[in-house]
């Protein structure tokens, strides 16, 4: 006799079951053998992520490259998303990439405060496709766990990626949109002895707290792609 139960999980209890996946999938990949590469990926809604999985399993001659950028500070200025886009795809296509604008939820505090302000009880996302509105309690119980998960796997995606990419775009004003998020993942991979590369696209000069992380800064993408290539890090895919 087959019993069929039904069982709600919350979100709270999803993203606490996340963490514990990652941190038991690790262990249980180290103990087995700890010669074995271990990666975290996130499953992202584009189909780069899903090259970059098939890449890191069967075709390990790219590099590894974290890309940095400003995200929630630049969310709703449309020209500054418009480079981060590009900048993304083209990155994707050069190297395997391990991106923070693929996690899903990184989007749902931002949502949340403004759904706050506009006295909306629910979010809107768009999960699998489909729009979907979740409860704003649901969301706030949650917001300190993604806020100390993204925190702790930025950090971990850059431990695993042979390069770090940072791009900062440039403001309508001609200003550089450089944000605290980045200089610290910046500050990270340096202290991690990563190379870290800097595309600076602001007029103004980038200050020292970018310069004296940086393996090298580029004005732009197409600049920082011809120094990629006379390095032979670039592979054809």
Excluded at 94 to 100: G, K, R, V
Excluded at 208 to 230: H, L, N, P, W
Aim: charged share 25%.
């Amino acid at each position: 006799m087959l019993t069929e139960h039904n069982t709600e999980h919350t979100l709270k209890d999803l993203i606490v079951w996340r963490e514990e996946e990652i941190i038991g999938t690790e262990m249980l990949c180290k103990g087995i053998d700890d010669k074995i590469p271990f990666f975290c990926l996130a499953r992202g809604s584009d189909e780069e992520t899903v090259v970059g999985f098939y890449e890191l399993v069967f075709e390990r001659k790219h590099k590894k490259a974290y890309l940095s950028f400003p995200m929630t500070a630049v969310s709703d200025i449309p020209q500054v998303q418009q480079a981060i886009g590009k900048f993304r795809r083209t990155m994707k296509s050069l190297f395997t990439c391990f991106d923070p604008g693929d996690l899903e939820e990184s989007c749902l505090p931002l949502k949340a405060q403004r759904a706050r302000a506009n006295g909306h009880k629910y979010v809107e996302v768009t999960a699998m496709g489909e729009n979907v509105q979740v409860a704003l309690a649901d969301v706030e119980q949650i917001e300190r766990d993604i806020s100390s998960q993204t925190y702790a796997r930025d950090f971990m995606l850059i431990d695993q990626s042979d390069i770090v990419i940072g791009f900062i775009p440039t403001l309508p004003d001609g200003r550089a949109a450089i944000s605290s998020g980045v200089e610290r993942e910046l500050q990270h991979a340096h202290e991690a002895a990563k190379e870290t590369y800097v595309i600076w696209t602001g007029k103004q000069t980038p200050s020292v707290f970018v310069t004296q992380t940086a393996t090298a800064v580029f004005t732009g993408v197409g600049e920082a792609m011809d120094f990629f290539a006379k390095k032979g890090y670039i592979v054809s895919k």
